[in-house]
């Protein structure tokens, strides 16, 4: 099974990532956490996720390519992040092409802009890539990840200045991508307001239908 996420930033797709690729052992390619990872060496890549703008597609392209290239992902795997603009989609549909792989399904994970902005501000994460909410998805105890004790942060991107630009980006860049998908019949609408485990059971149940 190979699956693509899209949303808005906040819209809980990380989180639901990793309950899929947990409960069907496929592989997470999540393209924000590569540049998080990338950033830590490229002063470049580290201005403009600061500030909240995308990554040149070319970058983005290419080191998706080499991702695939590996022998993981024929277990499957879910595309967290991309495509986030319809360049990017046409290019990984060629790449796909030349490799023979088929997308079983795009899970459209939406939520209205306000409540983005509240799930964004108070979204802390941790190093091991657990991620929480300071209200709505709590650690037991507070600035500590539940799983490995390490120490909470917020995310430089996820601070109030930055959390308007990365939503206008989406509206003007990634939204178009909904109409794209549609017409190739793959979209699946979910609804991302509901709570942790509600939206989890929506996309289990589709992928169990399949
Ligand atoms: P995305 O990957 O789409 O940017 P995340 O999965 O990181 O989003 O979630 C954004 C924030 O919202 C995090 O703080 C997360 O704990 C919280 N969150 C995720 N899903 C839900 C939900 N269904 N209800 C409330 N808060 C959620
Ligand atoms: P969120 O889901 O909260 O918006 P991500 O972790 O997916 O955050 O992305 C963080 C940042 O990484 C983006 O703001 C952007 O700068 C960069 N990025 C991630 N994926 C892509 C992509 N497909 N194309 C361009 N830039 C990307
Ligand atoms: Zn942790």
């Known amino acids: ?3 693509i996420l899209v949303g808005p930033p906040g819209a809980g797709k990380g989180t639901q990532a990793k309950k899929i690729v947990e409960k ?3 592989v997470h390619l999540s ?6 990872e990338a ?3 490229e002063e470049g890549i580290s201005k403009l996720l600061a500030s909240g703008q995308l990554v040149p597609d070319e970058t983005v392209v290419n080191m998706i390519k080499k991702r695939l290239e ?4 024929k277990k499957g795997f879910l595309l967290d992040g991309f495509p986030r603009t319809l360049n990017q989609a046409e290019e990984l549909d060629k790449m796909l092409k030349t490799k023979n792989i088929k997308i079983d399904a795009v899970f459209f994970v939406d939520v209205h802009f306000d409540e983005a902005v509240k799930r964004i501000s108070g979204r802390r994460v941790c190093s091991c890539g657990a991620s929480y909410h300071v209200d709505f998805i709590p650690p037991k105890v507070e600035g500590k990840c539940d799983a490995c ?9 996820d601070k109030e200045n930055v959390v308007k630009d990365r939503l206008d980006v989406y509206e003007k860049q990634t939204r178009p991508l909904i109409e794209y998908y549609k017409k190739t019949g793959l979209l699946v609408n979910i609804d991302g307001l509901k709570n942790e485990s509600e939206v989890f059971e929506e996309i289990k149940k589709y992928i169990k239908a399949k």
């Not at 590996?70 to 992902?73: C, G, L, Q, S």
């Not at 004790?149 to 991107?157: H, S």
């Open 1 to 3: 099974m190979n699956c």
């Open 70 to 73: 590996k022998d993981d992902v």
């Open 39 to 41: 950033k830590k060496s």
């Open 31 to 36: 393209t924000g956490d590569m540049f998080r």
């Open 24 to 26: 069907f052992g496929i």
């Open 149 to 157: 004790n390490g120490d909470l942060i917020q995310r430089n991107d």
